[in-house]
């Protein structure tokens, strides 16, 4: 009963999917296609029939503009005739799942129904999210929106009839359930799952705070759980711990008259950054001179004024990436209703989110800190991806590299590959101190048993470009080295990486120039009869796209941009009738 399956057969879907076949959008009878949505920067996100052939095939079935994303669309016109301006529009990944819920709660009746919500972000396109209802996939029909201004400071939520509701940070009083004001640029794909409130299923949505060029100390470093049953709004913000090294902090009491206040340490721009707060929020309207804060007002009586120094190598952090959501469709070691969240930051800590029905719902902890800044640049956009090993523990892996620049090169760049453990999965327990490189081991040496796993130093300012993929007992990542060229525009190299999935032990292909994407692996299966009885066989295929020119001789096929190989990862072993290495995707 933990699983999704359980739940539809539980609570009528194949009804439902009938229906749906009726629609139009019918996924499992012979001739039924898909709906295929995708978002674009012109601010429209559009559907498409994804049938090859037939009249429809390829064709557009509509296209929506959400609400927070219409205020940007006049920066398309240009005045230059036949001319445009870029901008981002939508930029996020839009997911789709069918979820039961009663839409009408106000009418005194427990009716729940199957619908389908979509839910995207804007991405680089902006702090916000909508949701659209495609049970019909040829009329859509808007549910929710949000949005965070942070120039205006300004919250906004569309209800369910479009009409939008604005919430002002001056007013401090912003209920919690529209408290999105640590929403950064939405890069983060939400994840629509289960869970419990008050021993009630809930289906809700899941995402980062998103991201905040790693200067912003305003938002971004937090993980939203958001209500789908209820217009979007907000159940709960997580705040992830911005690790601060080589802080100095000096705290005064405000009288009410005073408006200078005197800075008991050095400070200097190159070195130091300086924030001040006023009653914990960032304040406004300050002038530094010498070694004096001046406030044009000053703050009332009994205000709370925090001076802090921090290190100018601190990056600021922000949850950009997707996150790895674990339930009991993914595996079967998860004994318990909803999910275990691991969250990897900008800064490279691994965070572990307990939303399941076991010990406190929202408890968090972290499980492991990549130490990284501004100058080793170890910077973590990419969610981390689990797997269960061969020593039955969760595996999680993941790798860093500042994608913003990816050119830059320095001797101080260390940009490294990590497979770490969480032993305590599927359980969770607070962890008293933060794993570190300390406690892993790195080739030829491969991690014991009371290890927390392995990491890869990368040379010569090399990147990650995309997230691990798992492939049986390997694991495989795409990686750039900038040019060694000193001219400007030279293409670096494109860098197939791959390692042991529970050793470490690296290899690398160069297959090319430029910037590699994410690494897909497919999955095959067939009858092969080589003996009585006849045997089922998974064959694996590696894919990826590649931005430059494509290397001859590397033992990938090509056509264009597109490589490929078969995967000479070991097969799934069973031990005991136990699966040793067990993979899982991602249900949303």
């Known amino acids: 009963k933990l699983t999704d399956s359980s739940y539809r057969k539980e609570n009528g879907w194949d009804n439902y999917r009938i229906y749906q076949c009726g629609m139009g959008r019918c996924y499992y009878t012979r001739g039924g296609h898909e709906i295929l949505y995708a978002g674009a920067n012109s601010g429209i996100l559009h559907a498409f029939d994804s049938r090859d052939n037939g009249p429809l095939a390829g064709q557009e079935i509509w296209g929506y503009i959400p609400p927070n994303i219409i205020g940007k669309l006049s920066n398309i016109i240009s005045n230059q005739a036949n001319e445009t301006n870029s901008i981002y529009g939508i930029d996020g990944t839009p997911v789709a799942k069918d979820i039961y819920y009663d839409d009408t709660p106000n009418d005194n009746r427990d009716n729940p129904k199957w619908k389908t919500i979509l839910l995207s972000g804007l991405g680089a396109g902006g702090h916000g999210y909508f949701a659209l209802d495609v049970s019909n996939p040829k009329s859509p029909k808007h549910l929710f929106a949000i949005q965070n201004d942070p120039s205006d400071q300004i919250v906004k939520h569309w209800d369910g009839n479009e009409i939008a509701h604005e919430y002002g940070y001056a007013s401090g009083n912003i209920a919690d359930e529209f408290d999105y004001r640590k929403l950064g640029e939405s890069w983060s794909t939400p994840r629509i799952i289960r869970i419990k409130i008050n021993g009630k299923d809930r289906w809700v949505a899941v995402f980062g705070g998103g991201y905040n060029s790693g200067v912003n100390h305003n938002y971004g470093s937090a993980v939203f759980v958001m209500d789908l049953e209820n217009e979007g709004k907000l159940l709960k913000k997580i705040d992830i711990d911005d690790i601060e090294n080589n802080t100095l902090t000096k705290t005064y009491t405000g009288d009410g008259s005073t408006t200078k206040y005197i800075m008991p340490f050095s400070y200097n721009n190159s070195s130091h950054n300086l924030r001040v707060f006023l009653n914990n929020v960032d304040a406004t309207g300050i002038t530094i001179s010498g070694s004096y804060l001046t406030f044009n007002t000053a703050p009332n009586k009994d205000d709370t004024i925090v001076i802090k120094r921090l290190d100018k190598k601190d990056i600021v952090n922000s949850v950009p990436s997707d996150l790895a959501v674990i339930t009991a469709d993914g595996t079967t070691k998860a004994n318990y209703s909803g999910a275990m969240v691991y969250v990897a930051d900008l800064e490279g800590k691994i965070t572990k989110i307990n939303l ?229 995707k991602e249900n949303y």
């Open 356 to 584: 399941t029905d076991q010990g406190t719902l929202y408890d968090k902890t972290i499980l492991f800190d990549a130490e990284s800044d501004t100058e080793n640049g170890r910077y973590v956009y990419h969610a981390p991806a689990p797997t269960i090993g061969s020593d039955n523990n969760l595996w999680l892996y993941f790798g860093t590299g500042d994608k913003q620049r990816y050119e830059d090169k320095s001797s101080k760049i260390l940009n490294r590959v990590y497979g770490i453990k969480d032993k305590d999965f599927p359980s969770f327990k607070k962890i008293n101190k933060i794993g570190t490189i300390s406690e892993c081991k790195t080739a030829p040496n491969c991690p014991d048993p009371s290890d927390l796993g392995w990491y890869i130093n990368l040379k010569n300012s090399q990147k990650l470009t995309a997230g691990v993929a798992i492939d049986n007992d390997q694991v495989h990542f795409p990686i750039y080295e900038p040019s060694a060229s000193s001219t400007k525009c030279s293409l670096g190299l494109a860098i197939k990486g791959g390692a042991e999935a529970e050793c470490g032990k690296g290899n690398y292909t160069t297959v090319g120039t430029g910037v590699l994407s994410k690494i897909v692996v497919t999955q095959q299966k067939g009858m092969v009869c080589r003996k009585v009885p006849c045997e089922v066989v998974s064959t694996h295929n590696i894919y990826m796209g590649i931005s430059g020119e494509v290397k001859s001789g590397t033992g990938f096929s090509s056509k264009g941009n597109l490589m490929w190989k078969k995967s000479t990862a070991t097969e799934q072993k069973t031990v005991g009738g136990k699966v040793q290495m067990e993979g899982w």
